[in-house]
């Protein structure tokens, strides 16, 4: 089952995060690898949508916000768009885009950042938006301050955090086919004190000692540990000379999850919106009809009697178009 762990280090100003999916991970890649129209994801492409996904629960965990938090990747490679959206509930949905050929092992670089004009977007939606109100959306490039191409997303998002909460943060990220996961060290704010005159003001990003011994641990922490061990394991080993004090985990119940409002009905409304003309002319074309969601990329597949199904079955007419003036 997928879980979700936060903690404090006591009395530090230090909070921390792991997050690991793994039937939420594993029901994104089935999704993809049955749709015939896409197939599986590379594996790259597999590694780098399942960090999004954890970074995004991590992410989402982060804030106190009552709407949808999207982390969005705009390539200038072969992946055009990377997706993963995180409900305030832990539900999340991920995809990616690709169009044309993925070097094999290709990196982050050659994935999204060929020119150096690939772009993350990180975007909260509010759940009660009102009329004209726009999300909010920060955008980061996918290079560091030299220029330099970042060849990890978790480079990318630490930037982002730097930049836009003026928020210290470590992050590690990895996924394989069973499990996605990441862990979070973040620097907390701390107001009102060690602010006197002359004392040095621990607040200022990168000053902070008890910050980045931790952060330092938390950097040793390895891709093959974060995949395979579990929570408790890991912070043992990292933290065992700190006092870190654990919250009620998100598991079972609260566990993060995977959801997507798309559904076999759902397509047979559209379907049914095209026209049985339209729809008659696709089946003489190809034989059946195939829809894949664009937010999971699960195929619905409808062969004829399905699809003359649609039109005959009881609510097939279109209601009425009010007539407007
Ligand atoms: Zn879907």
Redesign the pocket.
Known sequence: MSELHKFIFDGLPVRGMIVRLTDAWQEILR?RAGNTGTGAYPEPVRELIGEMAAAAVLMQGNIKFNGALVLQIFGDGPVKVAVAEVQPDFSL?ATATLVGELPAGASLSQMVNVNNQGRCAITLDPKDRLPGQQPYQGVVPLFGDQRQKLERLSEVLEHYMLQSEQLDTVLVLAADDQVAAGLLIQRLPVLGTNNLPGQANEDEIGLNEHYNRIAILAKSLKREELLTLDVDTILRRLFWEEQVLRFEPFAGATAPRFA???SRERVGRMIRSLGVEEADSIIAERGHIEVG??????QYHFDPVDAAQIFTSPDAQPPVEPIVH
């Open positions: 999704r949905r997507c409002s798309c969601c664009d937010f999971c990329g699960q």
